[in-house]
């Protein structure tokens, strides 16, 4: 069992920059495989970001590739997603989640989910 606990949204300017946090509880975070995902209102939860559970390896959708950055300290039991160059249509709640590897890169779902963390952007 995994809980994650997201932080460090809030109100930012197009061209700004963010980084979100996710605590992870439980045990093992080192073999879990990490993603961010995105809500906003009256859309689908799209995804934005994976690092797998060992080397490191990330995925990223063209949409926010080259401005946003997935990172893990395992120590810590943290996942982050560093965004840049953030632009209006990034808005939304933003929310992590962790799964054990399952043989599919990125994976197709995910297990555990945390509560999720507003971001605005605004123009």
């Known amino acids: 069992q995994v809980q994650l606990v997201e932080s460090g949204g809030g109100l930012v300017q197009a061209g700004g920059s963010l980084r979100l946090s996710c605590a992870a509880s439980?045990?093992?975070?080192?073999?879990?495989?990490l993603g961010w995902f995105r809500q906003a209102p009256g859309k689908e939860r799209e995804f934005v970001a994976a690092?797998?559970?060992?080397?490191?390896?990330?995925n990223y959708p063209d949409s926010v590739k080259g401005r946003f950055t997935i990172s893990r300290d395992n120590a810590k039991n943290t996942v982050y997603l560093q965004m840049n160059s953030l632009k209006p249509e990034d808005t939304a709640v933003y929310y992590c989640?962790?799964?054990?590897?399952?043989?599919?890169?990125?994976?197709?779902?995910?297990?555990?989910w945390g509560q999720g963390t507003q971001v605005t952007v605004s123009s």
């Open positions: 690092i797998s559970s060992s080397y490191g390896r990330t």
């Open positions: 439980g045990r093992a975070f080192s073999n879990y495989i």
């Open positions: 989640a962790a799964d054990l590897p399952r043989g599919s890169w990125p994976p197709r779902s995910y297990a555990y």
